[in-house]
């Protein structure tokens, strides 16, 4: 059943999500934008947490970097 909501798709896909103490996989990296927005979500909240990233592609992983340093 669909939930009517005034949230925007962020907003109601991370409302409840708690990452304090969590260790976290991202199969399938590609651009690496969740692996970043659980770094940003982690950093900003003070949690402790651990985000392991996996994709076939290495070359991935360069554009996550990227990412990550710009945050």
Same mark, same amino acid.
């Given at each position: =059943?669909?939930?009517?909501? @005034? !949230?925007?798709?962020?907003?109601?896909?991370?409302?409840?999500? &708690?990452? *304090?103490?969590?260790?976290?996989? &991202?199969?399938? @990296?590609?651009?690496?934008?969740? $692996?970043?927005? =659980?770094?940003?979500? %982690? /950093?900003?909240?003070?949690?402790?947490?651990? #985000? %392991? /990233?996996? *994709? #076939? &592609? $290495?070359?991935?992983?360069?554009?996550?970097?990227? !990412? !990550?340093?710009?945050?």
């Amino acid at each position: =059943m669909r939930e009517n909501t @005034t !949230l925007t798709f962020e907003e109601y896909f991370w409302r409840n999500v &708690d990452l *304090d103490g969590k260790v976290v996989l &991202d199969a399938g @990296t590609g651009f690496g934008l969740t $692996t970043t927005e =659980m770094a940003k979500r %982690i /950093s900003q909240q003070e949690h402790k947490g651990k #985000i %392991i /990233s996996v *994709d #076939i &592609d $290495t070359k991935a992983f360069e554009q996550v970097r990227k !990412l !990550l340093k710009a945050q």
